[in-house]
């Protein structure tokens, strides 16, 4: 598991990177989308990561959002209104 958090840990540092050197900020604003989608997409990733170590391996098929918030509903209600922050944020807004 730890192993796991770092790697999360570095997809959301390398989002962060991406929008400090690449996305060019000009008055409070992003003026690059391919580098805030980018960021976005990488960020998401990361939160992804951390909740497979958390939450295990689905038995069929492919992991979607309705899975994970489903998942997360049984665990932790208050994490799955941070998971859906994330999910509105992330991977709906910035990409």
């Known amino acids: 598991m730890p192993n796991t958090v770092q790697e999360a840990k570095r997809y959301l540092d390398n989002a962060k990177e991406i929008l400090r050197e690449k996305a060019k900020k000009e008055d409070g604003f992003y003026q690059d989308k391919k580098y805030v989608k980018l960021a976005g997409h990488a960020a998401y990733t990361g939160v992804l990561v951390a909740l497979d170590s958390l939450l295990g391996k689905k038995t069929k098929g492919r992991k979607s959002v309705e899975w994970y918030q489903n998942e997360l509903s049984k665990v932790?209600?208050?994490?799955?209104?941070?998971?859906?922050?994330?999910?509105?944020?992330?991977?709906?807004?910035?990409?």
Do not use: G, P
Not at 76 to 95: G, I, P, Q
């Open 76 to 95: 932790d209600k208050k994490a799955l209104t941070t998971f859906n922050d994330a999910y509105d944020t992330l991977h709906l807004a910035m990409s």
